[in-house]
């Protein structure tokens, strides 16, 4: 079994920044594929940013220039620096990590969120 555990949300004021994290931790192998998603409650769930093992970054449109993921692979972790916050990116923040298992297979695991508020 895999957990995924975020932390760093809370409430700032537009203009401020607040960096996210997420440490994966049970039985992985490897990690592929590690994004950040967020949702609205009465919207659709949408991606915010993703990282691949190779290196390669994806942003949505609504935080280019404004959001910058990484990752530690020696630690697990995928972060989310936001910079520049504005009361639209309030919303309740996900991971996902593609875990590879010593059984080598492969499942998307999510962690149970964390709420991010900007506001005045």
């Known amino acids: 079994q895999v957990q995924l555990v975020e932390s760093g949300g809370g409430l700032v004021q537009p203009g401020e920044s607040l960096r996210l994290a997420c440490v994966a931790s049970?039985?992985?192998?490897?990690?592929?594929?590690m994004e950040w998603h967020r949702q609205v409650p009465g919207k659709q769930r949408e991606m915010v940013a993703s990282?691949?093992?190779?290196?390669?970054?994806n942003y949505a449109d609504f935080v280019q220039g404004r959001f910058t993921i990484s990752r530690d692979n020696a630690k697990n972790t995928v972060y989310l620096q936001m910079d520049d916050l504005r009361p639209e990116d309030t919303a309740v923040y996900y991971c996902t990590a593609d875990v590879v298992d010593v059984s080598s297979r492969v499942n998307t695991y999510w962690g149970q969120g964390t709420q991010v508020t900007v506001s005045s």
């Open positions: 049970g039985d992985i192998v490897t990690i592929y594929n």
């Open positions: 990282t691949r093992p190779t290196g390669v970054l």
